[in-house]
């Protein structure tokens, strides 16, 4: 738990976070999960004074950030005898990758890779040319056909990842209050946490909202906190909500406000339309941009292939902006991560063509809606309710509160995915305690 107070939070708000704190604090005394979580290293409650572990930290100078979710839980399934021989034992709840191997009616996942000698410089650090070209042709075809303003490859930076597509944005930003709603992705609070000039403020969603971002409260807040900047995913992960249509398009609106909304756009083709004509669409904030160009309009996007073309292995992602930001991008590139892999920009580029990627969208989206209606069934029978079912990303948000003991307690509360139902690799073994 953090505590992130702006000069203008009121005392009682204060002793409201404190009682929060003592009493996820003493509940977690009498979890052995809980116990086993803290002394994995970084791990200490934040905010409260800390408990040093003298085998912990053995390197001067360094500190453990503390480990995401999903390392975390495979590092304990390992411990608790979970291997890649073993797999068949255990189903996977909690990895967030999505299948790559074939699927039904996809184009032929990619199998070689030519490496032209030129690919064995660097490539530069906002990306390959023609592959930024490829990007910004596939965001006009696709969003914003008959608009005046369309991208150019001078939008987009090209990326080794979706985080280090965050990092090289969080490096950019400015000694100001960046909020991010709980839950989002978890990398967001340690990302946000890593550079130390902008102030990460987060903020909770309601389950009212059924954990969608509200819009009006998201107004409110930029008023009352002095808001700079706004991160979200969307499609949201975990909660598997999407925010389209008239709402998306009120919050590219806050970008003309003064405000910069980044929006991490990485499941903008999973979505599960109700109606067959609606298959193959997507969604982005692209489609509600006035000016690509005008730093008014802040809307900052990333994306990659990791998720929509399923290749997290190839580390090929981009960051979409105006042309202002990428040229910072391409300054924090060069001493964060000295860009993306030069061969892999190349291989990607036949795979933006527009026509390949709808044939990709609809085989996506058809098969990853089967899973999760496969998997929503599944959890009915096992009378695990599923408050809001997800409408898009590969995530079922599932309050586990009413299981037995262990197994309720904060730790095993969590995200499932059934983007990896039927994969290898897995992560809870019900004849387990506590891991
Ligand atoms: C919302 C979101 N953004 C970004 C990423 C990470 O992308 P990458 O694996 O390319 O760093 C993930 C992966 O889980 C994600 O869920």
């Not at 572990?53 to 975390?72: A, F, L, Q």
Request: aromatic share 8%; hydrophobic share 35%.
């Amino acid at each position: 738990m953090h505590f992130h107070l702006p000069h203008h939070y009121s005392l009682t708000h204060i002793v409201e976070q404190v009682r929060d704190v003592m009493k996820q604090y003493k509940n977690e005394k009498e979890s052995e999960a809980h116990q086993i979580f803290r002394r994995a290293g970084g791990h200490q409650p934040k905010g409260l004074p800390q408990i040093t572990n003298p085998d912990e930290e053995t390197v001067p100078g360094i500190e453990h950030p503390g480990s995401t979710g999903v390392i975390y839980c495979s590092d304990r399934a390992m411990a608790n005898g979970f291997s890649y021989s073993s797999s068949h034992e255990w189903a996977n709840l909690g990895q967030g990758a999505p299948e790559v191997g074939p699927i039904p009616e996809a184009p032929e996942r990619p199998n070689t890779v030519s490496l032209p000698l030129e690919s064995l410089e660097y490539a530069p650090t906002t990306g390959v040319k023609a592959l930024r070209e490829a990007v910004a042709n596939l965001y006009n075809y696709t969003y914003r056909q008959g608009k005046a303003s369309q991208y150019t490859y001078e939008n987009v930076c090209i990326v080794p990842g979706g985080r280090a597509g965050l990092s090289r944005v969080a490096a950019v930003i400015g000694d100001v209050y960046t909020s991010y709603q709980v839950p989002d992705y978890t990398a967001y609070d340690q990302v946000l946490s890593a550079f130390k000039r902008l102030v990460p403020v987060p903020t909770t969603l309601d389950p009212k909202d059924k954990y969608s971002l509200n819009i009006e409260q998201t107004k409110k807040d930029i008023r009352s906190q002095g808001l700079a900047v706004v991160l979200a995913s969307n499609p949201r992960n975990p909660t598997g909500q999407v925010i389209k249509g008239n709402e998306l398009k009120e919050l590219v609106s806050l970008s003309r406000e003064g405000t910069t909304i980044i929006l991490d756009e990485f499941y903008s083709w999973y979505i599960y339309p109700e109606h067959d004509s609606d298959y193959g669409k997507s969604v982005s904030s692209a489609a509600y941009v006035d000016d690509v160009n005008e730093e008014s309009d802040s809307v900052v996007i990333i994306d990659g292939l990791t998720k929509n073309w399923r290749l997290p292995g190839w580390r090929v992602c981009w960051v979409i902006g105006p042309k202002n930001l990428i040229t910072a991008l391409s300054q924090s590139g060069s001493f964060l991560d000295g860009g993306a892999n030069h061969p892999l920009q190349l291989a990607a580029i036949p795979l933006l063509d527009p026509l390949h990627v709808q044939q990709e969208k609809l085989a996506l989206q058809k098969h990853f809606k089967s899973k999760r209606d496969h998997v929503l069934a599944r959890l009915k029978k096992l009378h695990l309710d599923v408050d809001v079912p997800p409408n898009s990303t590969f995530y079922v948000w599932l309050n586990l509160e009413k299981l037995p003991p262990p197994l309720n307690n904060g730790l095993v509360r969590t995200a499932q995915t059934f983007g990896s139902v039927n994969s290898q690799t897995a992560l809870y073994r019900p004849s387990l305690k506590n891991y």
